[in-house]
Each structure stands twice: as C-alpha cells, then as structure tokens.
C-alpha cells in the first residue's frame, strides 16, 4: 500500500501542466507526468521531480491508450488521489473558416480527454479518501474568443461537463472543480503567431493587473483547489487572469 498521495497531471510535458506537475512534486505529491507527442520533453520534467512517481504517454482523446495508462498506473498505486486534466491542441479558425477535421481534432483534444481520462481513472480516484479532479479550462468559456470558434465551444462543454460531475460526484466524496487561466506566455504558443515579445507586453499592459498569468500562477491555483483549504469548494470556477475576463 502506498502512504504519499499521488497525482496524475494530464499534459505535464511543458507549460502550465508542467508547473502543476512541479508544484505538486514540491508539496510531496507522487506526481504522474504524461506527455502526448514530445517523449523528450516529458523526461525532462520527470526527472526534473526526481521522485519514484511515473512517466506515461497519454493521449487523452484516444480511448485506447487513456486505458492502457490506467493499467501501467495501476501496476504501480493503487489509488489516486488528484486528477489535473490540462493539455490541449489548438486550430484556431473563424466559424466560416474552420474545417470540420480541425473542429473534430480541437474538441477531440479538449473535451473528449476531459471526460475520458476521469472516466476511466474514476475507479483509481474512489479509492482515495479525498478525491480531487482539477479539469483546465479557459475564460472563453463564458465569452468566446473570435477567430478560435472550436476551442471556444470546447471549452464550454467542458464547463458544463464539470459541473455535471460536481454534482454527481459530491456523494461520493469526489470535488471537481475547474481553473480559468487568461492568455498565458507558454512554449505552446509557437506556431501561433505569438511568439514576439512586442504582443506579449500588449497583452500585459491591456490587463488590469498590467501583466499576463505565468504556469505557476495557475499551478498555486491548482493546489489550493485540492488542499484542504478548499474542502468544501465544489463545482467552482477559479479564474487565474487578474480580472481581464471583466472587460
């Protein structure tokens, strides 16, 4: 049987998953790392823990291989304690201009994995005394973002999928709650557009905080959600964007 807690951190590669994955590590967490496409990347940050946690690849949109890492997981603990489901793959288009094989691969990447991975880790999660699913989701949400038409719908499906398992779950001692980080400077970013440092200090001083969310503002945010400062916190939103969704 094992004694420290254990988290698996979806999409732990790079990014805020990385953060997360760090900051739990940090609090004595036994962190799982997954990665989807970039095996190197994932072994960085797995041995950047240096810990007896776990390396997995995990695409969570693919049933198939969210079920094969649920058994090399459970061939090692026999419980879990913390899910984060962070990670996803972007094609931004307008409605007009978005192809149906990149509105299928964006909500395939988004929300697809957001059900499937607490779906099948679930039975792992109800062993714990104290399950916690942590689902990343964005402030387009509640506001979509013009130009980004699948992730905007995604993202909100995912918000009404948290709030159903909120629900369903609490019975069972499961809180679910979600994290809303703003448009935060990541490596993920590349290919976008996005990469000079001109449009990124446009987007800090148009914050009313006059800067953009970092990968570890939203990993702070992640452990407070799961400690037990917030054990009575369920279904909540908890936005990390220094009020710009209020503009």
Known sequence: MQDAKTALVMGSSRGIGRAIALKLHEEGYQVVVTYCYDESAGKKVFKEINS???????????????KNSVEKFSEKYDRLDVLVVSGMHDRAHSFKETPYEDWKFVLNS?????????????????????PNIILNTSSVAEKPQVGALAYSVACAAVANLMKSMALELAPEGF????????????????????????????????NPMKRVPTPEDIAEAVSYLISDKAKYINGLFLYVDGGNRHK
Do not use: Q
């Open 52 to 66: 007896e946690g776990l390396l997995l690849r995990l695409d969570g949109g693919d049933e198939k291989s969210v």
């Open 110 to 130: 988004k929300l697809d994995s957001s059900f499937l991975v607490p779906k099948y880790f679930y039975p792992l999660l109800k062993k714990s005394k104290s």
């Open 175 to 206: 809180r679910v709650n979600a994290v809303c980080p703003g448009t935060t400077r990541t490596d993920n970013w590349k290919g976008f557009g996005l990469e000079d440092d001109d449009m990124w200090k446009r987007f800090a001083d148009s």
